[in-house]
């Protein structure tokens, strides 16, 4: 990766080098040409770590998958109300957004289609449905939203931690966003990412405090944990704010066991600033990382955690400013770091973009949208979904897991979850890309897919 970028400079300095300019961009032609010509070859190293069969399923995992969803007709309504109101024309968002939409069932299938490891699925077994109802180990339906995987190598358990939203959803007020009482964060655990145990509410909402960061009026959102190799704790951070998001902070809470109970440290606006939608990072090197939306959504913030990963630090990069993006979720490969972010529009879904660095405190560069296949409607939307986290998979080199939440702003409990796989470079199955063309970025990849699964086991 690092050849690329030193590639770019190479590139920008002679290219810019003006005067005897045709010969020069013949040159920086050829060059372009012999270097994606090294970038495959490079790539196709890379690729030799698969084994045949592995090569195929993966194959099979970046298969474009087509949809055909229609907009239903509009409904009958009277001349004159047509004539006092001319309606604009609905689209697939209104419909998703609405409740009575007879395209309910495509994006919030009903009980009946629930993905059940209880049962003998038969060759089903292990397949992802993204955006049906995903139930426990016990039938419940599984309650972790805007959550976050840990794969804590001491037990070889994954962890997942999320969101419990349970209740009825309702407006604060008027101009409030939709909402539920705060229950807690809640960890379920797994061998094989796809049969969840409940590990039960191992952060509490506060039930009668009312001053308390916890108290079930106010708002937590996005947990995300980390385990600290030095102090042995398990260190969670999560967006705490309040009813009408002004309070704008980070919670911070640790556990001497994956399983909590989680103790709840304090609250903070980190360096000072604004903070609302973040995640975590945490590097091979052992340093972890906040990131954060900050000056009211405007740009991102990121920073080293301390040595307990209890506090920031004061280093701190603006990222990303005055993009507005949130639901940031980062991963890394092979030495390049990642960043897959939401636009800002509250519970109603937007296009992702992805962002690359060699350095993870900056320069980030956006490269697109990753979204493939659905539809063009499917891949503006993020698949009427929203980016919560992306899990590193050690089995095949350059496979991940893209975790997302279909929030359900009409009953927020019944928001559903939408993971893909996500992969990174594989170009051997695309043609190097010349857009002048050359790839400074591998290409990352979000393939849309009604049923899946990972391709070991
Ligand atoms: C499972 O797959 C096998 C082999 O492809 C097939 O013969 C069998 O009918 C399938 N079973 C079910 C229940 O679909
Ligand atoms: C309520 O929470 C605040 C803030 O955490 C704390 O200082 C106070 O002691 C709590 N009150 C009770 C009665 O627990
Ligand atoms: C939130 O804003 C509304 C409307 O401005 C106000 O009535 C309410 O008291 C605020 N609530 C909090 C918890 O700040």
Known sequence: MRVKNKFKESFILHC????????????????????????????????????????????????????????????????????????????????????????????????????????????????????RIWLDTEGNPIQAHGGGILYDSRTKMYYWYGEYKDGPTYHAHKKGAARVDVIGVS???????????????????????????????????????????KTGKYVMWMHIDDANYTKASVGVAISDLPTGPFNYLYSKRSHGYDSRDMTLF?????????????????????????????????????????QHREAPALFKHQGTYYMITSGCTSWSPNEALVHASES?????????????GGNKIFRLTTFFAQGTFVVPLSGVPGLFIFMADRWNPADLKDSRYVWLPLTVGRPLDHRPEYSFGLPLWSRVSIYWHKKWRLPYR
Not at 290 to 318: A, F
Not at 360 to 372: A, F, Q, S, Y
């Open 187 to 229: 960890c379920y655990s797994s061998k094989d990412l796809w049969t969840w145990k409940n590990e039960g509410i191992v952060l509490a909402a506060e039930e009668k405090n009312e001053t308390h960061d916890l108290y079930k009026l106010n708002v937590l959102e996005r947990p995300k944990v980390i385990h600290n190799e």
């Open 16 to 131: 810019n080098a003006g005067g005897r300019l045709f010969p020069l961009v013949i040159g920086c032609l050829l060059f372009l040409h012999l270097f994606s010509f090294a970038h495959q070859r490079y790539a196709q190293s890379g690729e030799t770590h698969l084994s045949t069969n592995q090569r195929t399923q993966f194959s099979i995992l970046e298969r474009v998958e087509e949809e055909n969803i229609q907009l239903p007709q509009p409904r009958k309504r009277s001349t004159r109300a047509a004539k006092r109101k001319p309606k604009r024309p609905t689209t697939f968002i209104d419909e998703f957004l609405d409740e009575s939409s007879q395209l309910r069932n495509v994006f919030f299938p009903d009980q009946r289609t629930a993905v059940d490891s209880r049962k003998d699925n038969g060759n089903d077994t292990y397949y992802y449905h993204p955006g």
């Open 282 to 322: 945490k590097d091979d090197d052992g340093v972890a990382y906040l990131i954060y939306s900050s000056e009211h959504n405007k740009d991102l913030h990121i920073g080293p955690l301390n040595e307990e990963y209890i506090d920031v630090t004061e280093s701190m990069r603006k990222i990303l400013i005055g």
């Open 360 to 372: 993870i405190m900056g320069p980030w560069e956006t490269i697109g949208n990753p979204c493939i």
